[in-house]
């Protein structure tokens, strides 16, 4: 059973993208590193810009133009035998349109990008599966029916004469995810797939996510900016800053034991996790503005911002990630015991 097989779906390392404009060359993602396993479900955090889109746009190979794939591989395995570098293939070809979809699923916060508006519900999704599998139509419709009916569309059946702009925006969300789940993918990708929705049926869809990855081992990497929702889902957590993983490690060590002083900074941004809101209880922001992408800092991208830069070492060398517990890494001079030395002199 590919159950019990260890290695990541999704092996991410050292992955680039970047555009390269007339204004200068924008590096989006800068170098990241990451694993999606079977069956669990990776988060990934951190403020508007920080690259977390383009990192899964890359891994489906679906970044528009100017921006590319420079370096870094992304190999991907189904079944835990035989993998592919996804890095390695034409954005065009084959063999990436066949993984996009039947592989790996993606699910974005606007579904309108991804419905077409001239077909109905049930064509797209029909097609789709029969587009991945050697079925007769009549069972794909049934399966399309059971897909709808699985996201809780009411009446699916008679669902499948609807055009989407005849559905609520919930609604329409629901459909999205059951086109994303009807190939039982190996691999789900939901770039806040439930921001705009109301808090039940965001309720609703992380709960329906989490029982098909339980049925199904789906490898998931959910990107949201709400640490509440992270704290429901995630088995692990990636922090980005700037086009770079800072931290990474289980829900409990970011939470609980956080090492990187952005993921300090973004947790104590939010009011403390099971507090009660409070009426106009704001979220504190944290300090500085990220810097614009043109104008990435010398160093740690985080040196602008950070309270325990060191003059000299911060703006100069940039940190890589390093294991500090197992599996727990992060990139951060102040974390590194070669630099104990400039740390104890701040202190002091
Ligand atoms: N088409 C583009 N041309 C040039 N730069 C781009 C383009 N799309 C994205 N970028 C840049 O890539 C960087 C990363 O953007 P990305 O959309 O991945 O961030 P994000 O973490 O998903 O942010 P958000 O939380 O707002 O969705 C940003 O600096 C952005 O300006
Ligand atoms: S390397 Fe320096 S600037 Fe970067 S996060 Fe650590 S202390 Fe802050
Ligand atoms: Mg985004």
Request: with cysteine; glycine share 6%.
């Given at each position: 059973m590919t159950q019990s097989i260890d290695q990541p779906i999704l092996s991410v390392r050292g992955l680039k993208t970047h555009f390269d404009l007339r204004e200068g060359l924008i590096k989006a993602v800068d170098g990241v590193d990451l694993d999606v396993k079977r069956g669990k479900t990776l988060c990934i955090v951190g403020e508007s810009g920080s690259g977390k889109s383009m990192m899964a746009k890359s891994v489906l190979q679906i970044v528009g133009g100017p921006g590319r794939v420079v370096a870094g591989s992304m190999v991907f395995s189904r079944d835990g035998i035989k993998s592919v570098d996804i890095a390695g293939l034409d954005p065009k070809g084959k063999e990436i349109r066949a993984i996009r979809g039947r592989d790996i699923a993606m699910i974005f916060q606007e579904p309108m990008n991804s419905l077409s508006p001239v077909h109905t519900i049930g064509d797209q999704l029909v097609e789709k599966i029969l587009l991945h599998h050697r079925i007769a139509p009549r069972q794909a419709i049934e399966r399309t029916v059971d897909a709808l009916d699985r996201v809780g569309i009411p009446d699916p059946r008679r669902r499948l004469a609807s055009y989407p702009f005849e559905l609520s925006g919930g609604m329409r969300q629901r459909v999205m995810i059951a086109m994303a789940l009807a190939c039982r993918p190996a691999m789900l990708i939901a770039d806040e797939p439930t921001t705009a929705l109301d808090v039940t049926t965001q309720a609703n869809i992380l709960e329906l996510i989490k029982e098909l990855q339980q049925e199904t081992s789906m490898g998931v990497m959910f990107i949201t900016h709400d640490l509440g929702v992270v704290a429901e889902i995630a088995d692990e957590v990636a922090v980005m800053y700037l086009g770079r993983v800072v931290e990474r490690g289980s829900v409990d060590d970011i939470f609980y034991r956080p090492q990187h002083p952005y993921t300090l900074a973004l947790l104590d941004s939010i009011p403390k996790l099971g507090a009660r809101h409070t009426a106009g209880?704001?979220?504190?922001?944290?300090?500085?503005?990220?810097?614009?992408?043109?104008?990435?800092?010398?160093?740690?991208?985080?040196?602008?911002?950070?309270?325990?830069?060191?003059?000299?070492?911060?703006?100069?060398?940039?940190?890589?990630?390093?294991?500090?517990g197992p599996a727990h890494l992060a990139a951060c001079h102040m974390r590194d015991p070669q630099y104990a030395g400039v740390k104890a002199r701040m202190e002091a």
């Open positions: 209880q704001r979220l504190k922001a944290i300090e500085g503005m990220v810097p614009h992408p043109l104008n990435r800092p010398e160093g740690c991208p985080f040196n602008t911002r950070c309270r325990e830069a060191a003059a000299g070492l911060c703006d100069r060398i940039e940190p890589s990630l390093r294991e500090l």
